[in-house]
T-cell receptor, first 115, second 109 residues
Framework: GAVVSQHPSRVICKSGTSVKIECRSL??????MFWYRQFPKQSLMLMAT?????????EQGVEKDKFLINHASLTLSTLTVTSAHPEDSSFYIC???????????FGQGTRLTVV | EDQVTQSPEALRLQEGESSSLNCSYT??????LFWYRQDPGKGPEFLFT???AGEEKEKERLKATLTKKESFLHITAPKPEDSATYLC??????????FGTGTSLTVIP
């Protein structure tokens, strides 16, 4: 299957700082990328959907000014957690689909800890 | 309101003891139902896609089936390496995936 790479896998930051997470499709063009967060022992919650070159569509309750998503190319999307607080600590996962292909490939996830 | 519910929440099986996991859904405009396996601290790994009621897919000890309201993931003679959390997800229009709560499977040697 296709490979989606997420970086970094773990990050610890101080409260009030911003953190950027990258999601890359390594061997295919990702027309749509998705960002999820997952709390311990809970399922993935969709945060936003982004299409290349367009503004991201955020799910209800997700602050677009806090979670900045950029999908500037067909192989890269970034999620920036701005002014991070301890409650933003979570496991963030991206996935990508190609064109009309419905199969989604997932990154390895990023464990964010805000101290 | 769209919903995806998985049961049981947790399942412990003896090695070789077959069982089924359930994923029930109420989604408008369903385009597909997906099963994923997730190991701790990792992203989900794709297992199956089912598109229409009556469809079945198999892979090694796993078999997924789909009806109009639910999907089952059957595990035949499981091994300890099958221990993981199994997630189902439904695909709606706009290529949006919505995940169930997952079933944590533990297979005891």
């Amino acid at each position: 299957g296709a490979v989606v790479s997420q970086h970094p896998s773990r990050v610890i930051c101080k409260s009030g700082t911003s953190v950027k997470i990258e999601c890359r499709s390594l061997d295919f063009q990702a027309t749509t990328m998705f960002w999820y967060r997952q709390f311990p022992k809970q399922s993935l919650m969709l945060m936003a959907t982004s299409n290349e070159g367009s503004k991201a569509t955020y799910e209800q309750g997700v602050e677009k000014d806090k979670f900045l998503i950029n999908h500037a190319s067909l192989t890269l999307s970034t999620l920036t957690v701005t002014s991070a607080h301890p409650e933003d600590s979570s496991f963030y996962i991206c996935s990508a689909t190609q064109g009309a292909n419905t199969e989604a490939f997932f990154g390895q996830g990023t464990r964010l800890t805000v101290v | 309101e769209d919903q995806v519910t998985q049961s049981p929440e947790a399942l412990r099986l003896q090695e070789g003891e077959s069982s089924s996991l359930n994923c029930s859904y109420t989604v408008s405009g369903l385009r597909g139902l997906f099963w994923y396996r997730q190991d701790p601290g990792k992203g989900p790994e794709f297992l199956f896609t089912l598109y229409s009621a009556g469809e079945e897919k198999e892979k090694e000890r796993l078999k997924a089936t789909l009806t109009k309201k639910e999907s089952f993931l059957h595990i035949t003679a499981p091994k300890p390496e099958d221990s993981a959390t199994y997630l189902c997800a439904v695909l709606r229009g706009g290529n949006q995936f919505y995940f169930g709560t997952g079933t944590s499977l533990t297979v005891i040697p």
